[in-house]
């Protein structure tokens, strides 16, 4: 692989990841030196690519979303509360989903920003369109949660477990959603 095809690459992975990648992990992917990674990236910052270097790594700005799926819990008369908690702290919700024990699971798009959004939402919940998912297993659900970087969703964490909302993941769910503390 010459030069030109391992800066595409590189610019590939970087668009492909959520987080930023350490120097030390293209090096060893591309088996070149660290110097010759940050070679590459002076070149293609050069030729006009927007590449951040943090330290945790490269990577590129507007393209990276974080993301992270909270186990929620609460009644109905709730969800203001809740939703209004991710989006004032910077979070989207992408979707929410429950895990049903027979039919596995259940998921639908939200993509909430807003409290505009909220509002549409919660407008259609009442008006009777539509019943909250999370009903269906007695008010467990959970969200995937999307914003500009990981320090947000630890706020979203904090905030979403010191209201109350977080709830502890049981032996049958197939997946441990939290990254950090339960």
Known sequence: MNGEQRRDKIIQMLKGSSKPIPGVALAKEFDVSR?????????????????????????????????RVFKVQHEDDEVEKELTTIVDLGGVVEDVFVYHKVYGVLRAEMNIKSRMDIYKYLEDIRSGKSSLLKNVTSGYHYHTIRADSEEILDLIQSQLQE??????LQDYEPVDF???TE
């Open 178 to 180: 939290w990254s950090s």
């Open 35 to 67: 110097q010759v990674i940050v070679q590459d990236i002076a070149l293609l910052r050069a030729n006009g690519t927007d590449i951040l270097s943090s330290n945790r790594g490269y990577l590129l700005p507007g393209d990276t979303q974080f993301q």
């Open 163 to 168: 209201k109350g909302f977080l709830a502890k």
